[in-house]
């Protein structure tokens, strides 16, 4: 959710500034609530990791929630989207976490309409599943070309999804 809002502000604010266009913002006392039963030792675990990420509980089972359930996009949000970080990109400071930002955007789009989640013509489907095939094959060609990668060895190739929540690293001793 953090990493939502964080992209939805960045989003409002470009709107506001670049655009001039003012942004409707949700109140939380309009969210839908839901009670949940965790399995015990569940909460401690989710406190924790939230609290290493700098976020509330409900932060946390929401984004995670996100991550898993997202909100069905069209390929107009989606333009628009890439529209606003190309024109955040010509402001912006930080070139390459934003064009990193935008191959993402591309990439989750593109895969988003060869499996149907975006709605577009049979045909056009079609292609973009051709292309995104042929993408994953050449990704798993050039694993598969260097075994003696510790990445690659010994496993099948497949595209990993970092840890939202990542354990924190203890300190090193010093003697």
Known sequence: M???????????????????MAVKKTKVKDYDQFQ???PPGMRERIKAKADRAGM??????VWCLEEY????????????????SVAALKRGNDLEAQMDEIVDLIDKTLREVADGKISTS????????QRVEEWDMD???????????????????????????????????KD
């Not at 953090?2 to 001039?20: K, P, V, Y």
């Not at 909100?71 to 606003?84: F, G, H």
């Open 139 to 173: 990704e798993i060609e050039a694993a598969q070309s260097r075994p003696f990668d510790d990445e690659n060895w010994g496993s099948d190739y497949s595209i990993d999804f970092a840890d939202p929540f990542p354990d924190p690293v203890p300190p090193e001793k």
């Open 36 to 38: 949940l039963r965790l």
């Open 122 to 129: 049979p045909d056009f489907r079609h292609k973009v599943n």
């Open 56 to 61: 509330s509980m409900n932060e946390a089972i």
């Open 2 to 20: 953090w990493l939502s809002q964080a992209r939805h502000s960045t989003r409002d604010m470009i709107f506001e500034n670049c655009l001039g």
């Open 69 to 84: 359930f997202p909100a069905p996009a069209t390929l107009e949000d989606r333009v628009n989207a890439l529209a606003i």
